[in-house]
């Protein structure tokens, strides 16, 4: 079977992915694009956010930390925490494009819930600075803050979500249960324990009940560090009861039916195998799941000409060459058996040029570089069969690999055209 038969089969098999009828859709006020890093998760959410603004939305893209020829191609020189307008889009819609600035979120949720004073008490304290600025996940809490806060404005009908780019699949699902549950947890309620006790008996009891667990810590950075965590938790004490509440109410939103997620992967055995996993954690966690946008797939215009087949053609052609080349060289030898002559050997003068290849051997090259191809579209083939294997009720859609950078908004189009068009054909380059 051909790798165009089975690329065809493979379609046919596998839903396709409608982009267009989800942007379109007003139900759909949130898309979150996640998957591993490196994979074009960020371009997609641009794309998306393009094509659903010149479609009609009043679209926002929230990206993580997108290269600057993206912030360059959505014409804007600085992406900051604030949502910034596009210009230069086409149609009846708006968009606008912000970047999570984690540290300066958690700053406005402190000072959006606590008064000026403890504000500031907070905002410089030593622990808390370094807890916003770097604290294991909360870079995803953030993102997950900033959400819940920009569907709380209700100034956008359509939210894209480019998720932070994750060591652990789906890390910004469990950030803020992580977060919230720290902050609101039983560590943090010990190290309040000593201001609410007063006196020696707090501080007997702090460090009786926290000898096992602060022992090395306090070795390694001294006991400044726990005087800074006891003065933060208690300027924080009223607050902690809003992350835990946010963090849920966030959650919930993100399985509520006006949510759609979009797992973004490349054609590689890594990437499928994490997009596996998170198509199974979505459904664990009862996420709405709307698809697969599998990014630089590989095509071929001559895809029935096999990687087999060209390379044979290919050696045949090198062995005709061989023949021409032995063939040419008895012929200028003459029938005499005499040297050639000089002209037969050296050019006639300083500017002759020598002779290009003979159309044999740029014809073998051609096919071997075809054959190279065909075996990249074959283990792409074989990487997208394994996980529709796995997962055959998944919705695809197939985005071209592009030969360079985007880095205006007509690559994005460009983008938001393929991702429109849903599967590649066996045809396309």
Known sequence: MTSSMTHGSTLRDTPLLEIDPLLDDPGIRIIVCCGAGGVGKTTTAAALGVRAAERGRRAVVLTIDPARRLAQSMGIDLLDNTPRRVDGIEGDGELHAMMLDMKRTFDEIVEAHADPSRSRAILENPFYQSLSAGFAGTQEYMAMEKLGQ??????????????????????????????????????????????????????????????????????????????????????????????????????????????????????????????????????????????????????????????????????????????????????????????????????????????????????????????????????????RDRFTALHPEVAVAEVAALPGDVHDLAGLRAIGDKLAGGALPAGDA
């Open 150 to 383: 920009l569907r709380a404005r209700d100034e956008w009908d359509l939210i894209i979500v480019d998720t932070p780019p994750s060591r652990s699949a789906l890390d910004f699902l469990d950030a803020p249960k992580r977060l919230g549950s720290f902050l609101d947890g039983k560590f943090i309620r010990l190290l309040m324990a000593p201001a609410k006790m007063g006196g020696r008996a707090g501080m007997k009891f702090l460090n009786v009940g926290m000898s096992m667990m602060t022992g090395t810590l306090g070795k390694l950075l001294g006991g400044q560090l726990l005087r800074d965590v006891q003065t933060f938790v208690a300027a924080m004490d009223t607050m902690f009861g809003g992350f835990r509440t946010r963090a849920d109410a966030t959650y919930r939103l993100l399985q509520a039916p006006g949510t759609a997620f979009l797992v973004v992967a490349a054609p590689e055995r890594d990437a499928l195998r994490e997009a596996a996993y998170f198509v199974e954690r979505l459904a664990a966690e009862e996420m709405p799941l709307a698809g697969l946008v599998l990014n630089r797939v590989h095509g071929s215009g001559a895809a029935r000409l096999s990687a087999e087949r060209a390379l044979a053609a290919a050696e045949n052609l090198d062995e005709d060459g061989i023949v021409d080349q032995e063939a040419g060289k008895a012929v200028g030898r003459g029938s005499t058996g005499s040297s050639p002559t000089p002209s037969a050997v050296e050019p006639d003068s300083e500017s002759d040029q020598p002779s290009a290849p003979p159309t044999s051997q740029l014809t073998a090259g051609l096919l071997r570089l075809h054959a190279e191809r065909m075996q990249v579209l074959s283990r792409e083939q074989r990487m």
